[in-house]
Structure formats: C-alpha cells, structure tokens
C-alpha cells in the first residue's frame, strides 16, 4: 500500500533530518505539514479498505476523513479515540504550522506531531494488518 510506505518513509526522513540538528522554523513548519499529510492519508486509506471513496469527496475534506473515521472505526470499537485524537491533533498542528505565520513552530512542536503520528500510525498499521 503505497499509503503506508509513504507514512513510513515520511517518518524516516523527518527522524533523520532532527537527528541532523535542523532548528530552522520553516523547516519545523513543513516537517509538521508532511507528517499530517501522511497520516491523513493512512485515514484515507483506512476507508478506502471499507468501500468508502474519499478520492471523490470535493468539499471538506480532513474534516469528512475524520468524521467518517470516528463513526466507522472509533464508534465500532476498530480504533482507539487516542489514535484518533492523534490525527485530529496533527490536523490542529498543520494549520498552526500552515495559517499562523505570526506564531513561530517549535522543535516541542515537531516533537510532538512525531508523538502523534506515531500513535495514528501504530493503530492505522494494527488495523490494516501491515507491520
């Protein structure tokens, strides 16, 4: 699944490019950009595998990813509410990092978007039995 080795190799790059020592802001703020949009897309892929079509949704998107989210895998009992709020989370994130210029983005931040995403992930992985 494409989806997931994209998640993965995001992950990797974001990990390798903090253990270089980047403390750039901009940086941070593209670092916490790719790690939502790699975990929106594991969402994304968590519905495609149950018939949904999220490639045709035109208007709100991120929100209908996690509506549907909630109501065909928390509500069900198939994803734990924390993986959930994680990528609920990284969605706040991202617009911080993507809207609010005026608000500088951390390394605490990017440490944090990692924290997230490694939740989503971890329980978007479970669910789609890949390791």
């Known amino acids: 699944m494409q ?11 974001a990990q390798m490019f903090l253990h270089m020592g980047v403390t750039n ?3 941070y703020r593209m670092l ?3 790690l939502y949009y790699a ?3 594991l969402g994304r892929r968590l519905l495609i595998e149950i018939g949904l079509q999220p490639e045709q949704w035109r208007a709100n998107v991120h929100q209908r990813v996690l509506n549907e989210l909630h109501r ?3 509500a ?3 994803m734990t509410l924390e993986a959930w709020r994680a990528l609920d989370g990284l969605l706040d994130l991202r617009r911080t990092a993507d809207y609010e210029l005026a608000k500088p983005i951390r390394l605490r931040h990017v440490n944090h978007a990692l924290a997230l995403f490694v939740c ?3 329980e978007s992985y479970r ?3 890949v390791s």
């Not at 989806?3 to 790059?13: D, R």
């Open 25 to 27: 802001t901009w940086f």
């Open 127 to 129: 669910i789609l039995g």
């Open 120 to 122: 989503f992930s971890e």
């Open 76 to 78: 069900t009992g198939r």
């Open 39 to 41: 975990a929106h897309h």
């Open 3 to 13: 989806e997931v080795e994209f998640s993965k190799e995001t992950l990797t790059f």
């Open 32 to 34: 916490v950009g790719k």
């Open 72 to 74: 065909q895998y928390v």
